[in-house]
């Protein structure tokens, strides 16, 4: 499979998740594991495009296929403008649900790039934040949606 | 939480998966976007030595037309059911549906015909699968045949489906022109609904022509509330004319009880979801 734009050939056992394929043969920590009942979205990642939880995915399911994560987002040290938004926004408290809102978040923008507030909560519906702090998750997505007025550090790195 | 392990086969072709489904026995399990089955398998709730994935199957996906009726692929992702112009214009109670079906990751993955024959209750698809008069074509090592969804959904978590069997493809009769509504109660995001309804009506002049009404976790299984249906034939589009026939939606239902409700709180429910499901489809 692909990913973060590498190609990668392994054998693995059938029973092994995507998440812990990225986490453990490759490396990439940065795409966690929450809640591990498939509810939190915390491992969300990108396959072929769409998000997916890579928690309720086999590896071997994704053979030949394309994966995005966390760690894949930025380009030549320059934060992705979500990532930027997210930071900006202070979209964040403890952090450990932020590799999965803002995979999640780029799928919503993917799908509208101009979402409403409601469309917003509604696209992070299987994202849980366990401090609860939803409030600038959602204006760090307005933002980078160019939605509302933009730090001025967003608007470079876009 | 790690599944234990099973032999993994991924199959090209209907005919490689029947013969899959064959050779392994009767301790097999069809994964198709695997997102009831995952979680099952990794809480060890079940432990089948092979595992057959339907995903690279290609003839298992997408919808096509087929003169009074469309058909929906079993491995169509909910995703692409719920964009699909041929379901919205045909059968739009299956997008009203889909709409709220779980979040949007596992819409992603999770398949039409997956979550069908994964016969869970609670499950979004049943109720307007059965509303509609859906035809399920399921293929096994004799040839193919044809089970109405009234005759699919048997119990809890169990179908018409043999266990040498594939669920290949869904047929929907059209109903062009149709309003639909699927009204779904839940007490936190992505929850499997406590009571759901799905209605699909065709108004002509206010009236209430035809009426399918649906029931989502009312029993073991989907159910039709077919008392509300006879009762709104040819009553006006109008919210007490639609609360009255709203008032037999719980009759010969078997709703379970936990801790989201007991059985007469979802009776209860049932009405109340299937006044607003029926009013939103009627445009009223």
């Known amino acids: 499979m692909t990913v973060d734009g590498a190609s990668y050939t392994d054998d693995v056992e059938p029973r092994m998740l995507l998440v812990h394929y990225l986490r453990e043969r490759l490396g990439k920590t940065g795409t966690v594991v929450g809640c591990d009942t498939s509810n939190c979205g915390a491992c969300t990642v990108h396959l072929d495009g769409r998000s997916v939880k890579s928690c309720n995915v086999l590896a071997v399911q994704v053979d030949g296929g394309e994966v995005t994560t966390i760690e894949g987002l930025s380009q030549g040290g320059e934060l992705h403008p979500m990532q930027a938004a997210f930071h900006e926004c202070h979209a964040l408290q403890c952090g450990f649900c932020t590799p999965g809102m803002i995979m999640q978040a780029i799928d919503v923008l993917n799908d509208n790039p101009k979402p409403t507030e409601e469309q917003i909560r509604e696209g992070l519906e299987g994202n849980l934040c366990r401090c609860t702090g939803y409030h600038n998750i959602v204006r760090a997505v307005q933002a980078a949606s160019g939605q509302t007025a933009v730090p001025a550090a967003i608007e470079e790195s876009a | ?284």
Do not use: C
Request: net charge negative; no cysteine; aromatic share 4%.
């Open chain 2, 1 to 284: 939480m790690i599944p234990a392990q099973f032999e993994y086969v991924a199959p090209t072709t209907l005919e490689d998966a029947l013969q899959a489904l064959a050779d392994a026995g009767d301790d097999a399990k069809i994964i198709a976007g695997g997102q009831s089955l995952l979680p099952v398998l990794r809480m060890r709730l079940n432990a089948p030595d092979v595992v057959i994935d339907l995903g690279r199957i290609e003839s298992l996906r997408g919808v096509r037309d087929d003169g009074d009726a469309i058909v929906v692929g079993a491995m169509t992702r909910h995703a692409d059911v719920l964009t699909d112009p041929l379901v919205r214009e045909n059968a739009f109670v299956i997008t009203k549906a889909v709409e709220v079906l779980a979040d949007p990751q596992v819409r992603h993955r999770g398949t039409f015909g997956g979550a069908l024959a994964h016969a869970d209750p609670a499950g979004d698809l049943g109720a307007p699968a059965l509303a509609l008069d859906a035809e399920f074509v399921v293929a096994g090592p004799r040839g193919t045949r044809t089970v109405a969804a009234e005759d699919f959904f048997v119990d809890l978590f169990t179908t018409a489906l043999e266990e040498n069997e594939i669920l290949t493809e869904v047929r929907i009769p059209k109903r062009a022109g149709w309003g639909a509504h699927y009204e779904k109660f839940v007490r936190v995001a992505h929850q499997w609904p406590i009571v759901a309804v799905a209605a699909a009506v065709k108004v002509d002049g206010g009236t209430i022509r035809e009426a399918r009404v649906g029931l989502t976790n009312m029993g073991s299984t989907p159910l039709r509330a077919r008392a509300v249906e006879q009762a709104l034939v040819g009553q006006p589009a109008t919210d007490e004319a639609v609360r009255a026939a709203a008032a037999s939606a719980a009759e010969g239902t078997d709703p379970p009880s936990d801790l989201n409700g007991d059985a007469d709180y979802r009776r209860h429910l049932a009405t109340v979801l299937t006044r607003r499901a029926v009013l939103a489809a009627a445009g009223a």
